[in-house]
T-cell receptor, first 110, second 114 residues
Framework: QKEVEQNSGPLSVPEGAIASLNCTYSDRGSQSFFWYRQYSGKSPELIMSIYSNGDKEDGRFTAQLNKASQYVSLLIRDSQPSDSATYLCAVNRFGNQFYFGTGTSLTVIP | ETGVTQSPTHLIKTRGQQVTLRCSSQSGHNTVSWYQQALGQGPQFIFQYYREEENGRGNFPPRFSGLQFPNYSSELNVNALELDDSALYLC????WGTGQETQYFGPGTRLLVL
């Protein structure tokens, strides 16, 4: 079983819609959770971090964490073509090692 | 921009050669982590350096080694290069000590092994 699992996609949504990205993790001891965005040929860019159960909102982005279900999600409201990228979920277990999923490819159609 | 820099941006080597990649961490950060990202995959943790010592290692062979310098910059060395070492190598800097460590990535070094 992989440490972090994501649907690889591709996920396509029309411009202005809500994009929903999901991630599950295997270790209940995981402490910190992150979403990174990666454009093709570029390095990952931090979008959100979340540490406790519930929702965390930052602009058009909302991260949701459910530790009981070992589930993290990212909602992107009012999706824009510039949001088209691969979204990586990362989990921090021991404070020094981040585990990444394989990423979900998102395309926002104008 | 994260303030994390890496050099070189691209590199071509042949099998069996050795390579050194460099990373300068963001101001105020004391920890550097290295990742390997193969095409279509997520970053894989190689190791982390804190206070000039290795502070955790992923599932990579000993021919992957590193250093951290007093100014918190770091090097990744790979010996006896193999074709499968072709990947994007990412350096991430962070501040160790808050309990909520967040890693910020540099632009990466793309290595091609022929």
């Amino acid at each position: 079983q992989k440490e972090v699992e994501q649907n690889s996609g591709p996920l396509s949504v029309p411009e202005g819609a809500i994009a929903s990205l999901n991630c599950t993790y295997s270790d209940r001891g995981s402490q910190s959770f992150f979403w990174y965005r990666q454009y093709s040929g570029k390095s990952p860019e931090l979008i959100m971090s979340i540490y406790s159960n519930g929702d965390k909102e930052d602009g058009r982005f909302t991260a949701q964490l459910n530790k009981a279900s070992q589930y993290v999600s990212l909602l992107i409201r009012d999706s824009q073509p510039s949001d088209s990228a691969t979204y990586l979920c990362a989990v921090n277990r021991f404070g020094n090692q981040f585990y990444f999923g394989t990423g979900t490819s998102l395309t926002v159609i104008p | 921009e994260t303030g994390v820099t890496q050099s070189p941006t691209h590199l071509i080597k042949t099998r069996g050669q050795q390579v050194t990649l460099r990373c300068s961490s963001q101001s105020g950060h004391n920890t550097v982590s290295w990742y390997q990202q193969a095409l279509g995959q997520g970053p894989q943790f190689i190791f982390q350096y804190y206070r000039e010592e290795e502070n955790g290692r992923g599932n990579f062979p000993p021919r992957f080694s590193g250093l951290q310098f007093p100014n918190y910059s770091s090097e990744l060395n790979v010996n006896a290069l193999e074709l499968d070492d072709s990947a994007l190598y990412l350096c991430a800097s962070s501040f160790w000590g808050t309990g909520q460590e967040t890693q910020y990535f540099g632009p990466g070094t793309r290595l091609l092994v022929l």
